[in-house]
Nanobody, 111 residues
Framework: QVQLVESGGGLVQAGGSLRLSCAAS????????VGWYRQAPGKQRELVAR???????NYADSVKGRFSISRDNTKKMVLLQMNSLKREDTAVYYC?????WGQGTLVTVSS
């Protein structure tokens, strides 16, 4: 079974950048699509970006042009590069594969 561990969250000023990492265990990671979701206080969890097993990507409209998702199957790693961060990007970010969720990593964007 796949297990996921996110890292890279933190406090950043608006306009800054962060890179989130999702490290996976499990021998069949490469066949799964991977999604980054986020949940802000008082809001529902939403999809931020997704990458297929073949590398196709899609993004929420709110992050298009600012966020970039990538994967390295040999390292069993998925990255989310977040640029031009806004206060509204503040949330706990989760990695998701199949039916498995990571524990989340908090991103706080200050003005």
């Amino acid at each position: 079974q796949v297990q996921l561990v996110e890292s890279g969250g933190g406090l950043v000023q608006a306009g800054g950048s962060l890179r989130l990492s999702c490290a996976a265990s499990g021998s069949i990671f490469s066949i799964y699509a991977v999604g980054w979701y986020r949940q802000a206080p008082g809001k529902q969890r939403e999809l931020v970006a997704r990458i297929s097993s073949g590398g196709s990507t899609n993004y929420a409209d709110s992050v298009k042009g600012r966020f970039s998702i990538s994967r390295d199957n040999t390292k069993k790693m998925v990255l989310l590069q977040m640029n031009s961060l806004k206060r509204e990007d503040t949330a706990v970010y989760y990695c998701h594969v199949g039916m498995v969720w990571g524990q989340g990593t908090l991103v706080t964007v200050s003005s």
